[in-house]
């Protein structure tokens, strides 16, 4: 994935080596190598769960398609972190799944519409992808509101293991 950039952001593609000190816990070598700042509270266990949820063997046997598509979202005018955008590795049958989370303290500005839908639309322009999906809980009301205001439609349900019920939301290629 090329760096991105919207109004207000700049999307920075993961790499092995940034990944890699996020695994290791280490902020300053992460922050180094991305040339921001990290939130207070990053890297921590459940960032790294959440967002990265393959083996180290596993990213370093295939980067390109563990790490497909996935950025940090810094400020556009500050080398600042706020949050990340990952698919699901690169989609053999052409559906990306995409995940978001915006730092607690950037929250409700906008910038997880903005950033999602900057790599929805890059995801899309790829020749091998035929839509976009993203799941979130019929709770989440914020996730809710970014999902919709990027055009997705819900398409079905899924059920999480201790959560109970994901709702599935997908824009297809026009």
Aim: hydrophobic share 45%; glycine share 8%.
């Amino acid at each position: 994935m090329p760096a991105l950039e919207t109004t207000r952001l700049r999307l920075v593609p993961v790499t092995l080596d940034a990944i890699e000190a996020v695994l290791d816990h280490d902020k300053p070598r992460a922050e180094a190598i991305v040339g921001a700042r990290f939130p207070d509270q990053w890297p921590n266990d459940d960032l790294v769960a959440l967002g990265f949820p393959y083996s180290r063997q596993a990213l370093r046997a295939a980067p390109d398609i563990r790490l497909w598509g996935d950025s940090l979202v810094l400020l556009r005018d500050e080398p600042r972190v706020v949050g990340s955008v990952v698919f699901h590795g690169h989609p053999s049958d052409g559906i990306a799944e995409v995940a978001y989370s915006i730092e607690e303290s950037s929250r409700c500005r906008g910038f997880a519409a903005e950033a999602v839908g900057a790599c929805v639309e890059w995801a899309l322009g790829h020749p091998t992808i035929a839509a976009v999906q993203a799941t979130t809980f019929p709770w989440h009301v914020a996730s809710l509101g970014v999902i919709r205001r990027l055009g997705m439609v819900q398409v079905g349900t899924r059920d999480h293991d201790s959560l109970g019920e994901l709702l599935v939301f997908e824009r297809r290629k026009a």
